[in-house]
């Protein structure tokens, strides 16, 4: 499964490392992904991945 939020669809950006004499790498930005299990409307359970900013989203507003 890709690295990508179930709910807001972000995934991984793409930028330089910067060393110091400014040698430029490619680096990728990961997502702070974490599994949780939600409840359907028909009882079921079911594991999502989501980033922990929209998990932190979903625990205020609920």
Same mark, same amino acid.
């Given at each position: 499964?890709?690295?990508?939020? %179930?709910?807001?669809? &972000?995934?991984?950006? $793409?930028?330089? @490392?910067?060393?110091? %004499? &400014? @040698? *430029? ?5 990961? =997502? ?7 409840? =359907? ?14 998990? *932190?989203? =979903?625990?205020?507003? $609920?």
């Amino acid at each position: 499964m890709a690295r990508r939020c %179930a709910i807001s669809g &972000k995934g991984p950006m $793409s930028g330089n @490392n910067v060393s110091h %004499a &400014k @040698n *430029r790498t490619k680096r990728r930005f990961l =997502l702070n992904l974490r599994t949780v299990r939600i409840t =359907l409307d028909d009882g079921t359970t079911q594991k999502i991945k989501i980033s922990a900013r929209e998990l *932190r989203t =979903l625990k205020k507003n $609920s």
